[in-house]
């Protein structure tokens, strides 16, 4: 499937909700309380008939497929309620590893962005937009001197140096449950989240 035509059969979404999707696809949203915190990517995945990816190279031989929510403010404003998980990646990766070499380059590289709503207790999670993004020549140096600070810091002062305040697009967080966790991955920061869906910087459209 090339990035045109999945852009093309997720744009047919926009408007549908997604709970309702996973209903029919059989995927659980919630499993003994607890949110089952992959199910809105899966239901995307099955509606373009492709397996779940556990992969860590992109979803597609040509592009990476996120879905990431968004959420009105009090004021009717439309933000990115999160930051955006894009890869894993361990201590000795990431010191031997140049960024062009890198699992993060490699799923920024060609990206299509699937936004849905999520609004605190709202029954329903409708799509609202299917955005594609390209590591282009103004965002590519920005996203590698991010990368290299994450390199730098761990091969001075050791992996734990890390935090999340690093990084202007992209910032090295902790992924897993429970604060003894020492699993890191790359998230997107909601600013470069916002720039991706065409929000200005307070979130509006």
């Given amino acids: 499937m090339t990035r045109e035509d999945a852009v093309a059969a997720l744009r047919v979404l ?3 909700d997604l709970h309702q999707l996973a209903d029919d696809y059989g995927i ?4 003994q309380g607890r949110l089952n915190k992959g199910w809105a990517g899966s239901v995307v995945e099955r509606h373009l008939g492709v397996p779940a990816n556990v992969r860590r ?3 597609f031989d040509a592009f990476e497929l996120k879905v990431i929510p968004l959420t009105h403010q009090r004021d009717g404003r439309l933000v990115v309620k999160e930051s955006m998980a894009i890869t894993m990646f361990t201590a000795d990766e990431v010191r031997a590893t140049s960024f062009e070499d890198s699992h993060l380059h490699h799923k920024m590289a060609r990206m299509i962005v699937v936004a849905r709503l999520d609004d605190a207790g709202h029954a329903r999670s409708e ?3 299917v955005a594609t993004f390209d590591l282009d020549a103004d965002l590519y140096p920005l996203v590698k001197a991010d990368y290299r600070l994450v390199q730098d810091t761990v091969r001075v002062y050791g992996f734990d140096a890390l935090s999340g305040r690093m990084g202007d697009l992209v910032q090295p967080r902790m992924k897993g449950a429970g604060h003894g966790s020492t699993s890191r991955a790359f998230y997107a920061r909601a600013r470069l989240l916002s720039w991706i869906l065409g929000l200005d910087v307070r979130g509006r459209r």
Avoid: H
Avoid at 28 to 31: A, G, N
């Fill in 57 to 59: 190279s992109p979803d």
């Fill in 127 to 129: 799509v609202c937009g």
């Fill in 14 to 16: 926009v408007g549908r």
């Fill in 28 to 31: 659980t949203v919630r499993k």
